[in-house]
């Protein structure tokens, strides 16, 4: 079975891209999803993350995600110690449901593929990319954004141009019957690959 890396940048596509190859049959494992599931459910990341943020990194109801992300936007190396909390326990997640899989090839979408050097850990890496203002604009969409917040993440992200040298294919997203093209004919290839 081959892994293949799903990655892009903030807004660029990566959830639908990941939702077409689904729909064709491809298990799809999304790590941002896995890891907010994990920052609510496991008690050993609640209880490293409370000593790293403090109480307020929890509500009554979860995960306070707009505390966290205010706390990081002021303080970058606060995101480099949640990960390092947070992306262990993602990997070994992964590696459980691997095992469960039955696939020519299964696609994990990850948002920081290239910035963490992983791309070894796949057989093939397919990077969305799409024009900078309709990703800012789908960034927007979310609740609490801003557009400096969202440039701000893009800032912090390798530009397009660097994934796309270091990847094996690239999916362009700016119009979804095109896309939906792309991620067919790629489905294709992947599976005759195996």
Known sequence: MKIIGLTGGIGSGKTTVANMFSELGAPVYIADIEAKLLMNRSKVIRRKLIA?????????????????????????????NMNAIVHPKVASHFKRWLKKQDAQYIIKEAAII????????????????????????????????????????M????????????????????????????????????SSLT
């Open 114 to 153: 290239f910035e963490h050097n992983k791309e070894k850990e796949y057989d093939y890496v397919i990077t969305v990319v799409a024009d900078k203002e309709d990703r800012i604009k789908r960034v927007l969409s979310r609740k609490g954004m801003s557009r400096a917040k969202a440039v701000s993440i």
């Open 52 to 80: 790293l943020f403090g109480d307020k990194a929890y509500t009554e109801e979860g995960l306070n995600r707009s505390f966290i992300a205010s706390m990081i936007f002021k303080d970058k190396s606060l995101l480099d």
């Open 155 to 190: 800032e912090n992200q390798l530009d397009d141009g660097e994934k796309i040298k270091r990847s094996d294919f690239v999916i362009v997203n700016d119009s979804l019957t095109e896309t939906k093209e792309q991620v067919y004919k790629l489905h294709k290839k992947l």
